[in-house]
């Protein structure tokens, strides 16, 4: 077989047909030619080249063959990738309230990367990111994701072996996680919490607050405070997620309520964008700043690195460009003494990726698991699992976890049935909060 010709796009197939609709395709006709261009698309796809290592074969069994993706309650959104070979690999692109848009993206990535070497995940991923023009944000980012953990979920089928081989090998034996607590009165925080603990947690989240004023009552505060200390007379330690809804003037006032309670961390403080605003927070609590689920590249991460305004670096596997992306962060985040915390209040996929970055990072240091967690309404974590067993929780760890790629073992059928009843849906978006005189809040 002989190499394609540098300058010509890729065919579609091997056929004489394919190759001239794909030169047909690649011709932009003149804008003045209104009949001809609306005949024909002003625009059409043009197929990209792959690799250009990739000698032109049929015999290779790890081109891609298919993408797809399948919206399933509660709200996630789950990638299937199969090779031509017929191995199978499954991501998640979850982007709550933003479903749509995700899987629109996803169809264009789909057309672009039929009969690319699933193998290469990184010419790939640079590819889909840096080939666009336009780049990054949370709806492509979390289309690359669920594209990238189904890849590396791939790879690690071929080659028999979990994901966390591939990363350059396991650093620890379990990981670290925490549940949710999701109530908003001390008696339904306590009561969870006890639930959690009867899962097996030693850790634990819950929402610092309701939707709260630019400046509130100073009263607002109080409750959290008694939440905190409700949750933490049993023994769990406790993250506090402001949920970036709580704004400067209140949050300093809160970081100082909390500080002699100890909270785990405190997540998303301040809504991201204010780097100054967080380092003045900082500057002001010992207590472990944490944040960015919306944060998606190494490049949206850098201000909060360099100058020093966070304790923990939150990147959400499912929106941040996956394994590939998630894991690159994560090792700049090392250079500055920063822990990474995966955010994951999502489903099974994003959760196992998560975990296979924590058994391979020497800075991880917990992850988010949504085992019954509120949102889970019509279908939970193990809902489309086969091997549940693998996420069992074990003194607050899920243990190392072994089987090839991401080790998750999917039913298949349901996933596709439930898809199917899905559609019919309009998918979950998140509630809207008003203040007292009728404005906006942050969710
Ligand atoms: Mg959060």
Redesign the pocket.
């Known amino acids: 077989m002989s190499k394609p010709d540098a300058n010509t796009p890729r065919p579609l197939g091997t056929s004489t047909e394919a190759s001239e609709l794909s030169q047909q395709q690649a011709t932009y006709l003149p804008p003045s030619d209104n009949a001809l261009k609306y005949a024909k698309g002003i625009q059409r796809h043009v197929p990209a080249k792959p690799h250009a290592s990739l000698t032109e074969t049929k015999s290779n069994p790890h081109l891609i063959k298919s993408v797809e993706s399948f919206y399933v309650r509660p709200r996630w959104l789950f990638v299937r990738i199969e090779t031509e070979g017929g191995v199978v690999g499954w991501g998640e692109g979850t982007l709550e309230g933003h479903t749509e848009a995700v899987q629109g993206s996803l169809r264009d990535i789909g057309r672009r990367l039929k009969g690319w070497d699933a193998m290469n995940i990184e010419d790939i991923y640079t590819y889909l990111y840096r080939h666009r023009f336009y780049r990054g944000g949370e709806v492509l980012m979390s289309a690359m994701s669920g594209v990238d953990i189904a890849l590396w979920d791939i790879k690690g089928k071929v080659l028999g072996v979990p994901v966390w081989e591939l990363l350059g090998g396991k650093v620890r034996e379990a990981c670290p996680v925490y549940g949710w607590v999701g109530g908003d009165r001390p008696s339904d925080v306590l009561e969870q919490a006890k639930a959690r603990k009867a899962q097996g947690f030693t850790r634990v989240k819950m929402n610092a607050t309701e939707s709260i004023a630019w400046l509130d009552s100073p009263h607002a505060l109080d409750e959290t405070v008694k939440r905190l200390a409700e949750v933490k007379s049993i023994g769990m330690d406790v993250g506090l997620?402001f949920?970036g809804r709580v704004h400067k003037a209140m949050a300093k006032q809160l970081a100082q309520l909390l500080e002699p309670h100890r909270p785990l961390f405190i997540?998303?403080p301040l809504l991201p964008g204010h780097p100054n605003e967080l380092k003045d927070l900082y500057n002001k609590t010992t207590i472990p700043i944490a944040l960015g689920?919306r944060l998606f590249t190494r490049e949206d991460c850098r201000p909060y690195f360099e100058l020093g305004c966070i304790d923990i670096i939150q990147p959400d596997i499912a929106h941040a460009g996956g394994i590939t992306e998630t894991r690159k962060i994560a090792i700049m985040a090392e250079a500055y003494d920063i822990g990474v915390a995966p955010?994951c209040p999502l489903g099974p996929l994003a959760f196992a990726a998560s975990l296979h970055i924590g058994f391979s990072t020497p800075n991880f240091v917990v992850c988010e698991m949504s085992w019954k967690m509120h949102y889970n309404v019509g279908a939970d974590l193990f809902t489309y699992m086969k091997n549940p067993e693998v996420f069992k929780v074990v003194d607050g760890n899920i243990m190392l976890m072994t089987g090839v790629g991401l080790g998750v073992e999917l039913d298949e059928e349901l996933i596709r049935k439930e898809a199917a009843e899905a559609a019919k849906i309009d998918p979950w978006i998140n509630p809207l909060f008003r203040g007292d005189d009728g404005s906006v809040r942050e969710w």
């Open positions: 997620d949920h997540e998303e689920e955010h």
